[in-house]
């Protein structure tokens, strides 16, 4: 079965850095996009950033562009996200998902999910 599985997380201060992993199994992952979404306490979970099948389109949240980076490796079915300049409002758990289409930001376009990852900013 397809299994998403996301690690990196943790508790750093405001303007640190942190680098998010997603390794994919069970599926053929460069036939899926990619995306990273983050759900904080009381909030609805929030698009983050999205990668295309090959990497080569990007989309990002304006709350989060020029901070946060999208990358995959299809040569080792992993999908990451580099976030730089952390804030406090940054805090949420961080999910990794596909989608058989090339590029969405739209959480319900999305097929698989991974459990997430704690990501605490404090200031």
């Known amino acids: 079965q397809v299994q998403l599985v996301e690690s990196g997380g943790g508790l750093v201060q405001a303007g640190d850095s942190l680098r998010l992993s997603c390794a994919a199994s069970?599926?053929?992952?460069?036939?899926?996009?990619m995306g990273w979404f983050r759900q904080a306490p009381g909030k609805e979970r929030e698009s983050v950033g999205a990668?295309?099948?090959?990497?080569?389109?990007?989309f990002y949240a304006d709350s989060v562009k020029g901070r946060f980076t999208c990358s995959r490796d299809n040569a080792k079915n992993a999908v990451y996200l580099q976030m730089n300049g952390l804030k406090p409002e940054d805090t949420a758990v961080y999910y990794c998902?596909?989608?058989?289409?090339?590029?969405?930001?739209?959480?319900?376009?999305?097929?698989?999910w991974g459990q997430g990852t704690q990501v605490t900013v404090s200031s």
């Open positions: 069970g599926l053929t992952f460069s036939n899926y996009g």
């Open positions: 998902a596909a989608t058989r289409r090339r590029l969405s930001r739209w959480e319900s376009e999305y097929d698989y």
């Open positions: 990668i295309s099948w090959s990497g080569g389109t990007t």
